[in-house]
């Protein structure tokens, strides 16, 4: 079974935990100890310093890797001339086979609402391109109202079951997918699957804050058909990396 990891972080943290990847040689050792083959992976610098060199330092360092990363980039609003408007912004994504955005809206300082993003999101969800966000579901309903189409993918749903935030949002809304990072209660995924099918989770590990190995092993110890874990495990990151319209 091949494994995608829909989003991982290297680099030095602040605070580091545990175990962590300083550079990407280091998280190309720890994919490859794990048996993790792709990954749409972030710098910690995009979120702890700020997207504005953040973006650019995570290209550099992936350069050399990029038949097996995925880059994603952070975002922030365009009025204070941090940012490309949004036709710009696109355009250099584009020009960089950037395929997925992730909002730190609390820890950059910004609302992410329509007002800040409007002509930044109508774009994003009319290329289709993930944006990637931490589990306020509230807010996410918020943008899903204003933009019904975009692809929301949530992280972290987890360890306590979140269920009763975001199987609405799941029900509604077609484009909205969970990560599986730290989906730990007990038959969790498995019911996720059977109420809603396998097509809108997605494997990720969440390292460093989570360990990869604990994220395999939920997947793998999952009651669930092994074309349901080909899903979780690939096809479906895959498919929305695959979907992002570049022309």
Known sequence: MSFFDCFTTFGVPCIPPYRYAGNVGELIEEMDFCGISQAIVMHISQR???PITGNSLLLREI???RERLYPIWAILPHHCG???EAGNFISNMRDNDVRALIAYPDDHGYDLDILTFGELFEQIQAYRIPLYLQPDYRR???ILADFPDMVI????NGPHG???YFRPILERY???HLDTSTMLMAGGIEDLVSMYGARRLLFGTYFPANSSGAALMRIHSADISDKDKELICYENINRLMQG???A
């Open 174 to 176: 077609e484009n909205f």
């Open 162 to 164: 979140q269920d009763r």
């Open 244 to 246: 992002v319209i570049t």
């Open 63 to 65: 350069e050399q890797h």
């Open 140 to 142: 996410i309903k918020s």
């Open 82 to 84: 941090e940012q490309p």
């Open 48 to 50: 702890e310093l700020t």
């Open 153 to 156: 993918v949530s992280l972290r």
